[in-house]
């Protein structure tokens, strides 16, 4: 275990490297996480916890003055020798975990952007190319390696510790520090997938066969396929439709996707059969940049989505010309197929409905000027409020929202429902009676 001044380089957002810890601790081992924890829990000291370090916003996996538990030298991947289980250190990325498995045509359930990390994005549920056939990312772990607020370090499985490792199904940072996570593994080869570009002109098309789509796949027609759609705004309005299409076998033009791969007119396709490795870095977004996101979930009702882009054609205005400017609308169907994995080994802690059929949706602003960060926030929450309020209003409204893409003033742990959080907060007494989680820690998601 090393320790050292303030180290800021590593974090995919601008945002939290302007965030300057006043030592970072690099553990290698979870002993070494061990000790920390007990130093810093005895010394009523403020620490953050880095993974990936690619949640956007300042203090979620930093933390100005205090101490920064850096995770990246935990990076380890290990196969099993009866290859069923993937054995991934806390400081992984998913573009590291797919290159080492994909010699040996394995793969478990993971992130679709490579630089990605393995923690945050499991800890927080983590929606997958692999979800209509397996669920989330959380939802592949058969278990979880934790150093405890007392600094006990656990393996919390179905059998051993099984509140815990329910809790650890999209609860966040508030129980431990998982230092490893060994997931299930399955056979898996190459895929056929790529991005198709669309005018905004097939706006309309594109938001009807989404709905289609979702319906479809929340029904099981091939579980095979998986398609993400995003709007993209500039400094001049609505830019273009990017159709993120993937089909986790490599067969070419499947019928389920053909309503994207399809349409026309087009700017670009690039779909082919390869690695999922290549895929993911393709997926990756640029770092370097301020952001700023938000979450929210509706109905699968195109309406809706059409009337919540007219909608962020207005909030955008304010903002379209600060330096750096650009915006994002990701939609991704969250349906009955995917949800019925999440109650495998005990269930994960989300709360979604398994028998309606929604959207997650992805608000993201990037900008490059730190003096625009006030504004920027202030546009987001109130533009979320607005979509609220329309989708209450048209009984369109699902309460979740998605930690991974959150702005940190939402409700995230209350979106999961009453008997979840409940649940969560007595899980977080039993095994963090001192509240080291919920008050040392500051960056995450808290029960309240």
């Not at 991934?88 to 490579?114: F, T």
Request: aromatic share 10%.
């Amino acid at each position: 275990m090393s320790q050292q001044a303030g180290n800021t380089t590593g974090y995919w957002s601008n945002n939290e490297r302007d965030v300057t810890p006043a030592c970072r601790i690099t553990p290698n081992t979870p002993n070494d996480v061990s000790r920390a924890v007990t130093h810093l829990a005895r010394s009523k000291c403020s620490f953050a916890i880095r993974g990936g370090g690619h949640m956007f916003w300042a203090g979620a996996a930093n933390i100005q003055d205090g101490v920064t538990i850096d995770l990246s030298e935990m990076s380890r991947i290990k196969v099993s020798k009866d290859q069923k289980i993937v054995s991934v250190g806390a400081g992984a990325r998913w573009q590291d975990v797919y290159s080492k498995l994909e010699p040996m045509n394995l793969s478990v359930v993971g992130g679709r952007a490579g630089t990605v990390g393995v923690a945050g994005l499991t800890l927080g549920g983590g929606n997958s190319y692999f979800a209509p056939r397996y669920g989330l990312a959380c939802d592949g772990v058969a278990s979880f390696e934790v150093v405890l607020a007392d600094g006990r370090v656990v393996t919390a499985s179905p059998t051993h510790y099984p509140d815990l490792y329910k809790a650890l199904r999209g609860g966040g940072n508030n129980f431990g520090i998982v230092t490893k996570f060994n997931f299930r593994a399955f056979e898996q080869g190459k895929v056929w997938g790529g991005f198709v570009v669309h005018p905004p002109s097939t706006t309309a098309e594109n938001l009807d066969r989404l709905q289609i789509f979702n319906a479809m796949s929340g029904e099981g027609v091939d579980n095979y396929g998986t398609e993400n759609q995003i709007h993209t705004f500039n400094s001049s309005g609505r830019s273009v439709i990017l159709n993120i299409v993937i089909y986790t076998k490599p067969e070419t033009d499947p019928e389920i996707l053909r309503p994207f791969t399809g349409l026309q007119p087009q700017l670009s396709n690039d779909m082919r059969i390869t690695n999922l490795s290549d895929i993911v870095k393709e997926g990756t977004p640029p770092s370097g940049v301020r952001n700023c996101w938000a979450s929210f979930s509706f109905a699968n009702n195109a309406t809706i989505l059409a009337h919540v882009l007219s909608m962020a054609d207005e909030a955008f205005l304010p903002i379209r010309g600060i330096p750096g400017f650009s915006g994002i609308f990701s939609f991704q169907p969250m349906n009955r197929q995917i949800i019925s994995h999440m109650g495998a080994f005990g269930g994960n802690v989300l709360g979604l409905d398994p028998d309606r059929d929604t959207f997650w949706l992805n608000y993201a602003v990037a900008y490059t000027s730190p003096a625009d960060d006030s504004r920027v926030y202030a546009l987001t929450r109130a533009f979320f409020e607005q979509v609220e309020a329309y989708t209450r209003s048209q009984g369109q409204h699902i309460g979740f929202i998605y930690m991974n893409y959150a702005l940190p003033t939402q409700e995230v742990m209350a979106s999961y429902g009453e008997e979840s959080l409940g649940f969560l907060r007595g899980v977080s007494g039993k095994y963090d009676p001192e509240g080291v989680f919920r008050d040392l820690v500051k960056g995450g998601f808290k029960l309240g």
